[in-house]
């Protein structure tokens, strides 16, 4: 029996996915996996029992990777599953911002009782006159399954459409439009572009890239993380009139209320259809890897995918990446007869994944000298 344990609310219709091996429990101790959305999780310690962390969603800046990465924890997260949703955002904060809807719709709430607001309406819209999207040039950064969603919507509706995304899969790559411009310089995106829309994971080496430098006379989308831009500086830019709106999907003090600043409440992935998808792929992923011990979505492993075991055993191996560890386990286990019938290595930087299928059972003995080389992680049997 597997037990799995909700820190946040997780979609019933997602957890429906779990079978009668599964049992959710209260005591997140006796947990094999989490499931997660947006709960801080790195003043957390982890039991011993925990296995794998599934975040329901796309951002994992709220688990302490490397710390799960050393005690053999697999984190996976949900790539695309909110995809739509957040794209959706992204194209009514354009229209917001271009439109002065926000501005519109608040002076007609403040001029509610006026008998002859309809004829006041017609003589005041002109402050509110904005701009169509047709035809404006519009820069996409990170072109992944979210970057890639608006991309192609923004080609349908008529803009001239520019990404920026050095790292592009090949997977991306093969669903853009043939219509998108891929530029190979973020400048060209700041010099070009009427709207700028970012969809990138914060990293050390992302944190407050879009600055005061970087952009004039432009409408920014938000909808990936705050700290991606320096929005100090952005405040100061709208109230210099360089920046003509900035649309964040993260209220904070001080974006909130701010004149040019459209802030929403963190809505990207909030839609019933997000919720549902981002819990079934996060309860797939944790019953593949649980079961089979299968990684597929993982931040902080390799994927590694060995389908379902027909042999009589299979052992999953967390290492450092490093010479000669494949010697030493292959060493351990011919020395205790135990056959191996398939392997597969997988590295990701300084981490590595071994998953070994064997024709006999390996003894808690060869168990033991496995996790004692130097360098392993933790030693899983999975069956």
Not at 337 to 351: F, H, L, Q, T
Request: proline content about 3%; glycine content about 8%.
């Amino acid at each position: 029996m597997y037990k799995f344990h909700c820190l946040n609310n997780i979609s019933p219709i997602g957890l429906k996915n779990f079978t009668s091996q599964y049992e959710q429990v209260s005591d997140i101790e006796d947990a094999h996996g989490i499931l997660v959305r947006s709960a801080a999780m790195h003043d957390m310690e982890f039991s011993d029992n925990l296995l794998a962390i599934a975040r329901a969603g796309a951002g994992v800046n709220n688990i302490p990777l490397q710390r799960c990465a050393e005690k053999g924890i697999v984190v996976f997260n949900t790539p695309g599953a909110n995809a739509n949703g957040v794209k959706e955002l992204v194209f009514a904060g354009m229209l917001l911002a271009s439109r002065d809807i926000v501005e519109g719709v608040d002076w007609v709430r403040a001029n509610w009782n006026n008998p002859d607001i309809a004829k006041t309406a017609e003589k005041e819209k002109k402050q509110f006159a904005g701009i169509e999207l047709e035809g404006k040039k519009i820069g996409i950064i990170g072109l992944g399954a979210i970057g890639v969603r608006v991309a192609n919507a923004a080609v349908n509706l008529g803009m001239d459409v520019y990404g920026y995304d050095p790292y592009v899969s090949v997977d991306s790559a093969w669903h853009l439009s043939r219509k998108i411009t891929h530029v190979i310089r973020l400048e060209d995106i700041y010099e070009m572009c009427d709207f700028i829309t970012i969809h990138i994971p914060l990293l050390d080496s992302t944190r407050g890239m879009i600055g005061r430098e970087a952009i004039a006379g432009v409408v920014l989308i938000n909808m990936a993380r705050d700290l991606l831009v320096d929005e100090k500086a952005v405040v100061e830019a709208i109230d210099e009139g360089r920046i003509r709106r900035y649309v964040s999907d993260f209220p904070n003090p001080i974006v909130a209320g701010k004149r040019g600043c459209i802030t929403t409440p963190h809505l990207g992935a909030s839609t019933e259809e997000s919720e549902i998808n981002c819990a079934k792929m996060a309860v797939n992923e944790l019953r593949d890897y649980l079961e089979n011990g299968n990684i597929n979505n993982s931040v902080n492993y390799p994927k590694c995918n060995m389908g379902v075991c027909q042999a009589v055993g299979r052992i999953g191996i967390f290492h450092k990446n490093q010479a000669n560890m494949i010697t030493n386990f292959t060493r351990i286990m011919g020395a205790e007869s135990v056959n191996i019938a398939e392997m597969s290595n997988k590295s990701r930087g300084d981490v590595a994944y071994t998953l070994v299928d064997t024709d006999t059972r390996a003894s808690e003995a060869v168990i033991k000298q496995l996790a004692q080389v130097e360098g392993v992680y933790r030693v899983r049997v999975v069956k």
